[in-house]
């Protein structure tokens, strides 16, 4: 069972570019969740999703970020006219469906890394 | 909200030394506890876990126990090796909210010296 995947792995954009980061979760898995780690600091949450559903957004900037899981295909998280400050590495992670008390662990991909020239 | 506490690194060690790094946490529900490990340029691996007071999680001669009294998840291990350099997080899954997103600490990084 392959692992989650990210790409891509590097990522350069010039300010006002677009960023398109995309994640596959673990086979069977249908929770996907994205994080921020900017440099010399831990992870924070940005987007909770499931299949055609976000759940939490509660951690996304308001402003030029998006994120989709759709039917078929990858996680997409997007980030419009990008500003130096969205250098970072972002991480997806995945979990397997949860009933009555089954794992919440997740597990991560090996990020993306933004550089916003 | 909910929050974790780590002790700040970096922690130099000599190889076979003892190590602690120590975790904290408030939450209002009763969260999941997980270590996670980051080498260089690399994601998080999971390292350990624990989903109830006084569980002992363990891998690769890591060891930490939920202890609910004290709101802590230490990382132990007896004899630290070189390979075991890298950056750990405690984390904690909030189940309260019902999503079980984590709550990541600011990492501690080690480093052990031959």
């Known amino acids: 069972n392959a692992g989650v995947m990210q790409n891509p792995r590097h990522l350069v954009r010039r300010r006002g570019q677009e960023a398109r980061l995309r994640c596959s979760p673990m086979?069977?898995?249908?929770?996907v969740y994205w994080y921020r780690q900017l440099p010399e600091e831990g992870l924070k949450f940005m987007v909770y999703l499931q299949k055609e559903n976000i759940i939490d957004e509660s951690g996304m900037p308001k402003e030029r970020f998006s994120a989709e899981f759709p039917k078929e295909g990858p996680s997409i998280l997007r980030i419009q006219q990008v500003v130096r400050g969205d250098s970072a590495a972002y991480f997806c992670?995945?979990?397997?469906?949860?009933?009555?008390?089954?794992?919440?662990?997740?597990?991560f991909g090996p990020g993306t890394r933004l550089t916003v020239l | 909200g909910d929050s974790v506490t780590q002790m700040e690194g970096p922690v130099t060690l000599s190889e076979e030394a003892f190590l602690t790094i120590n975790c904290t946490y408030t939450a209002t529900g009763y969260p999941s506890l997980f270590w996670y490990v980051q080498y260089p340029g690399e994601g998080l691996q999971l390292l350990l876990k624990a989903t109830k007071a006084d569980d002992k999680g363990s891998n690769k001669g890591f060891e930490a126990t939920y202890r609910k009294e004290t709101t802590s998840f230490h990382l132990e291990k007896g004899s630290v090796q070189v390979s075991d350099s890298a950056v750990y997080f405690c984390a904690l899954s909030d189940r309260g909210s019902g999503t079980y997103k984590y709550i990541f600490g600011t990492g501690t990084r080690l480093k052990v010296l031959a």
């Open positions: 992670a995945s979990s397997p469906p949860r009933s009555g008390g089954a794992s919440d662990t997740q597990y």
């Open positions: 086979k069977g898995h249908s929770h």
